[in-house]
């Protein structure tokens, strides 16, 4: 998704108990890039119990696993195939899509 010519990937987490929804946009699907992000949420809200992710490659690298580590964040991986056991994320990535298209498309309209 490019959502700006410059960034092409979102961030979306989302507090399983209060429903709150964070996104923020990166330009690199990196490890680094998103343990900043991460960072910033940390010090915006303080520090979670645990980062519920997929398998993709920047949360399974050692470098996002030590640094939860180090943040005494337990981080728990869901399945290849179990898009359930993480639905309220799910659900938000494709709302957030929806409303990503639905806004470059009206963007084209106007033009």
């Not at 996002?64 to 799910?90: D, M, P, Q, T, Y």
Request: aromatic content about 10%; hydrophobic content about 30%.
């Amino acid at each position: 998704m490019d959502i700006d010519g410059e960034h092409r990937y979102v961030l979306v987490g989302v507090d399983y108990f209060t429903r709150r929804l964070w996104c923020s946009r990166l330009k690199l699907k990196e490890t680094s890039e998103i343990t900043k992000v991460l960072q910033r949420w940390i010090k915006e809200n303080g520090f979670p119990e645990e980062y519920v992710t997929d398998n993709g490659k920047e949360f399974v690298r050692n470098e996002f696993v030590n640094w939860c580590s180090r943040n005494e964040i337990k981080h728990r991986k869901v399945g290849l195939k179990a898009h359930r056991s993480n639905g309220r994320i799910e659900r938000c990535i494709r709302t957030i899509r929806e409303a990503v298209v639905k806004q470059c498309k009206g963007t084209l309209d106007k033009k």
